[in-house]
């Protein structure tokens, strides 16, 4: 199960990721963080993937263009 927390600093959506992500999880995820963006005008994400486990990186690829991963080694590819 995976558990977010998402913060708002020095104008960027701060979303940390704990636990195991499926398909389904990172998909309600990208809904929550796009209507935060939209209603706030945020432009600017960084992920802190430091306790995420077996999370494939496929599942940001389209964030990639436009946030900052922390922790990339973290988790499996």
Do not use: W
């Not at 995976?2 to 309600?28: D, H, P, Q």
Request: proline share 1%.
């Amino acid at each position: 199960m995976m558990k977010t927390e998402l913060e708002y600093k020095k104008n960027t959506l701060v979303i940390s990721v704990e636990g195991f992500a499926n398909m389904e999880e990172i998909r309600r995820l990208k809904q929550k963080m796009y209507i935060i963006m939209n209603e706030y005008g945020i432009t600017e994400l960084s992920f802190n993937l430091k306790n995420a486990q077996n999370i494939d990186i496929g599942m940001f690829e389209e964030f990639l263009p436009q946030c900052h991963i922390e922790n990339i080694d973290s988790f499996k590819i």
